[in-house]
């Protein structure tokens, strides 16, 4: 399952726009092929940004993680060597104490901070275990030969982790790899499972609205904010600008201004991953993004998320 990020409004707009492409004759090909209509948030990801998210995204807070975990410990399995997720915790491979090991920190190499910071909590670092208390912080080693750990578990999903003599930022890297190769069998992309006479012609997608005022625009930055830990929201709305924090701690501050949105996230602009160059150095050294669309927003999100988990951290 690829899930589309759609509040309520969102996904009754979307349904509406399904039903009416519906054939009375043939109800399942026209819905993939109303499907492979849709866009922006309302597609189908592709396999290539399907990939690129479980290889750099944060995997351990999401709600599915021991779902997503466990449909790949289990693939191909025979029924009776499947396992119950809920009967395991989510173990980091790398452990999550800021204070690591010196043994850890000989592992990782001279740049260990920036690979925990990095790495942590994506799916390359992730396992399953009944041994979480035990296994702790200890070297990989013997994370990897004690009783119960990577090397006796069996799962397919330690495979490639035992057979490892050290665990740094590139196994982390191959080991996600390979389990990415079974992710996109396990939920393959819609385009796999329709035929080409399907797929030819696409139907028209509903025209697009004008874009929305900058009051309204805040309103949508707002709530996807809100929706990444809406338990843990927090929001201060001063004169000038609107402040997210987290613990108490600003991590985005949101000022409308008069045709755009200015960001400023509570990270040095040297620590922020921006793969399409959106940010921008603040007098203060912090960094400031902008959002001018309603299609902008999604790059500006990754970049709040990361300052977010940074401060939770």
């Not at 409308?256 to 040297?270: A, D, H, P, S, T």
Request: charge should be positive; charged fraction near 30%; proline fraction near 5%.
């Amino acid at each position: 399952r690829r899930i589309c990020d759609l509040d309520s409004r969102g996904l009754g707009k979307l349904f509406m726009y399904l039903t009416n492409q519906l054939k009375q004759n043939n109800y399942v090909d026209s819905l993939k092929k109303a499907f492979l209509g849709l866009k922006d948030n309302n597609r189908f990801p592709s396999d290539e940004e399907f990939s690129n998210a479980l290889m750099s995204r944060d995997i351990y807070r999401q709600r599915r993680c021991n779902y997503i975990l466990g449909q790949l410990a289990n693939f191909e399995s025979k029924d009776n060597d499947k396992i119950n997720p809920k009967d395991f915790t989510i173990e980091h491979i790398m452990p999550q104490d800021v204070n690591l090991s010196p043994e850890w920190q000989n592992e990782l190499g001279s740049n260990w901070r920036n690979v925990q910071r990095i790495y942590l909590h994506t799916l390359g670092n992730l396992t399953l275990t009944k041994y979480n208390s035990e296994m702790s912080n200890k070297p990989f080693i013997e994370k990897r030969d004690m009783p119960g750990g990577f090397v006796q578990s069996g799962s397919r999903l330690n495979s490639y982790v035992c057979k490892q003599s050290h665990w740094n930022e590139d196994t982390i890297i191959e080991r996600a790899k390979i389990l990415i190769k079974d992710a996109l069998r396990i939920w393959p992309g819609l385009s796999k499972t329709v035929t080409p006479l399907i797929i030819d012609p696409i139907p028209p997608t509903p025209v697009e609205p004008p874009q929305p005022t900058m009051e309204n625009l805040f309103k949508i930055l707002d709530k996807r904010i809100e929706n990444l830990y809406p338990a843990m929201f927090e929001r201060a709305k001063l004169k000038s600008y609107t402040a997210y924090k987290v613990y108490g701690k600003n991590y985005a501050t949101v000022s409308q201004q008069k045709k755009r949105l200015k960001i400023i996230v509570e990270m040095k602009f040297q620590d922020v991953a921006d793969p399409k160059g959106i940010c921008y150095k603040s007098a203060k050294g912090k960094t400031e993004v902008y959002v001018t669309n309603e299609k902008e927003i999604d790059d500006v999100m990754r970049i709040i998320e990361q300052s977010l988990n940074r401060k939770m951290n």
